[in-house]
């Protein structure tokens, strides 16, 4: 029984005991406003979403889900490849970002090529090194299947299924992913309080590091050259691919620091296994070019215990509550008799 066999029998089987996720934990009063709104969608539109994020129909020879390169247990993150994998094993140029908070970001992916996370979702749909395969056909192959028909009518109030309800199910589910239930978010709400250890990282953090990755997103979502060498093999220009405007070469977008216990390995080549190479790369690794970031051309040198410091500070911003989550999980979570 292949991949798509299994997905489909396991929602079969359990389909009449289907449960509605919990409802959408309240955005923090620290938080900034978002840029795209997970509340415009229904419960029932976020768990088509679900259903298709982790069907393998969605690709080409039905192998691959959204889910295979953005685990849940890894923040939806890739870590099985310093390079994510598509379908027949290809190989793809980059490693698969994390997808939490993404209503505060405006572009999407590493060099911002989405606008809207209504179309995110075509780029690695298409991709040949990804799930090669084509919008419409996915329509086809899943308007042929009664248990979307019966989930695109209660989600969208008729049977039909179309590209952009695809698209739009897709989106609501990643919008939905909200992380915010730290550490950190506990002191910040009153709830708890930081180690001496702790916060003392914190004033490192507010020192070095918090104007490319401001709390408490933990990044600006902006575009920056961190000074890595080039990848001779990959020659990735970064946000440059994109706008084709030179200023722009070997951009790419800021990581939240959010979450970095489950999402290694780090930058968008994965070539970072451990923080402490990350923190190497600051002090002694930065290549330097016209596009470097500013705040970057000195370098930042850490005491040994102030790296310390700052890693037990970085800590208190892995939110487990997000990542162990049933709600984001695998669909026989939620397809299940009570």
Known sequence: MNVRMV??????????????????????EYFPEPKHSSEQYSDMQIELGRMLFYDPILSRDSTLSCSSCHSSYNAFAHTDHSLSHGIEDRIGTRNAPPLFNLEWQEKLMWDGAANHPEVQPVAPISNALEMDENLEHVVLKLSRQDIYKNMFASAFGS?????????????????????????????????????????????????????????????????????????????????????????????????????????????????????????????????????????????????DVERTDLMAFLSTLNDSSFVFNPAFQFPKTHFVNP
């Open 159 to 303: 049977e039909e299924v179309t590209g952009q309800r695809v698209l739009k199910a897709i989106a609501a589910f990643q919008l939905s992913l909200r992380s915010f239930g730290s550490k950190y978010d506990l002191v910040k709400s009153g709830e708890a309080i930081f180690t001496a250890q702790e916060n003392s990282g914190y004033s490192v953090f507010l020192k070095h590091c918090n104007t490319c990755h401001r709390e408490p997103l933990f990044s600006t979502f902006e575009f920056a050259n961190n000074g890595l060498p080039v990848d001779a093999d990959l020659k990735d220009a970064g946000r440059m691919r994109i706008t084709l405007e030179k200023s722009d070469s070997l951009l790419f977008k800021i990581p939240s620091l959010r979450n970095l216990k489950y999402t290694a390995p780090y930058m968008h080549d994965g070539r970072f296994r451990k923080m402490s190479e990350v923190l190497d790369h600051y002090k002694s690794g930065i290549v330097k070019s016209v596009t470097l970031a500013k705040e970057l051309e000195s370098g930042i040198t850490l005491s």
């Open 7 to 28: 997905f489909i029998s396991m929602v079969s089987a359990c389909l009449l005991g289907f449960a509605y996720p919990k409802q959408r934990p309240e955005i923090p």
